[in-house]
Each structure stands twice: as structure tokens, then as C-alpha cells.
């Protein structure tokens, strides 16, 4: 996954660039499994299909594919603002249908 481009070979270990990249950075409490689940939210939030999410993950569950794809409170009040907006464009739909109300 990491290459080395001096040695023309991959990393096989890679603790300590990574800690000192989070030094660098001035990031503190981030572990590397943690970009798994960055990964997994992204991947969910583009697609929005838990089967892709879970097969691109390796998950045999779906719910441990749920336990990594978070989304955050923005993007879950976004899909409610969409389903409101759905509901109140099938309510219209329906009261056009019928017509008028005599």
C-alpha cells in the first residue's frame, strides 16, 4: 500500500513515519485504524449503498459496516430536508390528482 520510492520496495512497517507525521501535523489521539472509518463514511456518504460500503470494506456484516460508516449530524439532517421535501412534494402530487375540493 506505502511505497518507498529510494528502495523501489513497499513498506512493511510504517509506526514510526506515522507517528512522526502526526507529530508534524500536531494531530494527537488519531490512530491509523481510524482512516478505516473515515474511509467508510466518505464511501457511504458518495454512494449511499451499505452493500458497496460493506463489500468495499471486506465486512461479512452489515452491521459491523454500520458500526464504521458514521455520518455526521449535518449530513443526516441534509437526508431528513430531502425526505421532508419528498413527503411535501407527494403530498402535493396526490392533492393535484384529486383536484379541486368542492
Do not use: C
Not at 509506526?15 to 494531530?27: H, V
Request: proline share 2%.
Amino acid at each position: 500500500m506505502f511505497w518507498n520510492h529510494e528502495t523501489e520496495t513497499r513498506y512493511v512497517r510504517i509506526k514510526r513515519a506515522w507517528a512522526t507525521a502526526l507529530k508534524q501535523a500536531k494531530i494527537t489521539g488519531f490512530r491509523f485504524h481510524d482512516l478505516r472509518h473515515t474511509f467508510a463514511s466518505h464511501v457511504q456518504m458518495g454512494l449511499g449503498d451499505l452493500r458497496a460500503t460493506q463489500t468495499l470494506l471486506g465486512h461479512a456484516d452489515p452491521r459491523m459496516t454500520m458500526r464504521y460508516a458514521h455520518l455526521s449530524d449535518a449530513r443526516l439532517k441534509e437526508a431528513m430536508r430531502s425526505l421532508a421535501h419528498l413527503d411535501a412534494g407527494a403530498t402535493l402530487s396526490a392533492t393535484s390528482a384529486v383536484g379541486p375540493q368542492k
